[in-house]
C-alpha cells in the first residue's frame, strides 16, 4: 500500500542520547514535514523540505536536524534529546509545497524522553 | 501573530448535525484545510477551501468567509464512528500550514 511510513512506532529514551526517527514515502512527492503534536497544541511544524537536496526550518527547529539526501526519505534526528521533546512526531508529504494538495500523513512516533 | 481558534470540545447525538467553527489570523491566506484524526491515529484529509463558499463532499460540508477569517465544517447525519479530533490548518503567504489545536467532538448515542 501506498504512503508514508514511519518507524520506531514508539520509542523511550534516555536524556542525552541520539534519536533518529525514520520517514519513507513512495507516493514521489516533492515536499516532505515534520511535525509534532502535543496535548492541547496544533500540529507544530519541526523542518520541511520542499525538494530532495533542500530543507527548512520551521517553528520550532531547535534541537532537531533533518536531512533529505533523496526523494523518498526524511529522517529527523534528535542530537541530544531532551525531556521536553517527549511528543508524538509525524511525518507528512504532498505533491508540492505550494500546490492545493492534501498532506499524507505517517502513523506517527510516540517518543517519551526521559 | 498567527492564530487559529476552534472550540476545545464538542458534544453531539448520532443522527444529528453538528457544525465545528474555526477563525483564523494569518499572514496571507493560500487555503484552508480540515482534517479528521482519530485517537491515536493520524490525520486524514476532509476538505479544502480557497474560495468563499460551500465546499460539500458527502455528509461532510465545510464553508469559508475570506473576509471574516473564518470557517466550519458541517457533519450530518452523525455516526459513531465521527467521534474524532477535527483540525482546522490555514495555509499562510509562505505556503505554510498553522494549524488549531483541534475539536473533540464526542458523539453519544
Known amino acids: 500500500i501506498a504512503g508514508i511510513t514511519q518507524a520506531p512506532t514508539s520509542q523511550i529514551l534516555a536524556a542525552g542520547r541520539r534519536m533518529t526517527l525514520r520517514c519513507t514515502q513512495d507516493?514521489?512527492?516533492?515536499?516532505m514535514y515534520w511535525y509534532r503534536q502535543d496535548l492541547g497544541l496544533g500540529l507544530r511544524l519541526i523542518h520541511y523540505s520542499n525538494t530532495a537536496g533542500t530543507t527548512g526550518k520551521g517553528e520550532v527547529p531547535d534541537g532537531y536536524s533533518v536531512s533529505r539526501a533523496n526523494t523518498d526519505d526524511f529522517p529527523l534526528t534528535l542530537a541530544s534529546a531532551v525531556p521536553s521533546q517527549t511528543s508524538v512526531y509525524f511525518c507528512?508529504?504532498?505533491?508540492?509545497?505550494?500546490?492545493?494538495?492534501?498532506?499524507?500523513f505517517g502513523e506517527g512516533s510516540r517518543l517519551t524522553v526521559l | 501573530g498567527q492564530n487559529i481558534d476552534q472550540p476545545t470540545e464538542m458534544t453531539a447525538t448520532e443522527g444529528a448535525i453538528v457544525q465545528i467553527n474555526c477563525t483564523y489570523q494569518?499572514?496571507?491566506?493560500?487555503?484552508l484545510f480540515w482534517y479528521q484524526q482519530h485517537a491515536g491515529e493520524a490525520p486524514t484529509f476532509l476538505s479544502y477551501?480557497?474560495l468563499d463558499g460551500l465546499e460539500e463532499k458527502g455528509r461532510f460540508s465545510s464553508f469559508l468567509s475570506r473576509s471574516k477569517g473564518y470557517s466550519y465544517l458541517l457533519l450530518k447525519e452523525l455516526q459513531m464512528k465521527d467521534s474524532a479530533s477535527y483540525l482546522c490548518?490555514?495555509?499562510?503567504?509562505?505556503?505554510?500550514?498553522?494549524w488549531g489545536a483541534g475539536t473533540k467532538l464526542i458523539i453519544k448515542p
Open positions: 494569518t499572514s496571507g491566506f493560500n487555503g
Open positions: 507528512a508529504s504532498s505533491e508540492g509545497a505550494d500546490n492545493t494538495g492534501e498532506l499524507f
Open positions: 507516493m514521489r512527492h516533492n515536499a
Open positions: 490548518a490555514v495555509r499562510d503567504s509562505n505556503y505554510q500550514l498553522i
Open positions: 477551501n480557497v
